[in-house]
């Protein structure tokens, strides 16, 4: 199976700062037909998860461009820049390569 | 896009359970759909997807015991969870390949 490791586990922004969340995938992503398969999403508390990034960079609808995916084969990073308190939550990477399907283990972002 | 999750509640572990979810907004028919589930206060667990013309991958932890399945007369999504054990007790979402949650039904097995 793939895994993904993230990190941190948690992380404190003062709003209007940046932060930036790290998941390292066991296997390479990228498909035979270029595409890498990572994505990221959020859950606010007690909500289901969202959709921000798909395909490691693509910003999801509706989602502010505050949020930025990038990486390379097996190393992706979420970036949020200028963070409000809307954002806090937990962030999951996940990985839609190949079954099974994986996800990491979460970095909750709190505001200071 | 709108999923609609129901069927869960509290079971006794070996008794079964059939979730289902409705789905709005979109041509059902047309998209493979995934069940994820979340053991309370756990991440993120994969368990079942079902392609466009109904193709089945379960995860291990749940294959020969749980199934998934579609109706796209009545554009619904179904799992049925046998033999079920305490470690099956999470919110359970159905999502679309595009992104879209529901909003997750709980599934409780305990005696």
């Known amino acids: 199976d793939i895994v993904l490791t993230q990190a941190p586990l948690s992380v404190s922004v003062t709003p209007g700062e940046s932060a930036s969340i790290s998941c390292r995938s066991s296997k390479s992503l990228l498909s035979s037909k270029g595409i890498t398969s990572l994505y990221w999403y959020l859950q606010k508390p007690g909500k289901s998860p969202q959709l921000l990034i798909y395909r490691m960079s693509n910003l999801a609808s509706g989602v502010p461009d505050r949020f930025s995916g990038s990486g390379s084969e097996t190393d992706f990073t979420l970036k949020i820049s200028k963070v409000e308190t809307e954002d806090v939550g937990v962030y999951y990477c996940a990985q839609f390569l190949e079954y099974p399907f994986t996800f990491g283990s979460g970095t909750k972002l709190e505001i200071k | 896009v709108q999923l609609v999750e129901s069927g869960g509640g509290l079971v006794q572990p070996g008794k079964s359970l059939k979730l289902s979810c409705s789905a709005s907004?979109?041509?059902?028919?047309?998209?493979?759909m995934h069940w994820i589930r979340q053991a309370p206060g756990k991440g993120l667990d994969w368990v079942a997807y079902i392609s466009s013309s109904s193709g089945t991958v379960y995860a291990d932890a749940v294959k020969g015991r749980f199934t998934i399945s579609r109706d796209n007369a009545k554009n619904t999504l179904y799992l049925q969870l046998n033999s079920l054990k305490s470690e099956d007790t999470a919110i359970y979402y159905c999502?679309?390949?595009?992104?879209?949650w529901g909003q997750g039904v709980m599934v409780t097995v305990s005696s």
């Open positions: 907004g979109f041509t059902f028919s047309s998209y493979g």
């Open positions: 999502a679309t390949p595009g992104g879209d």
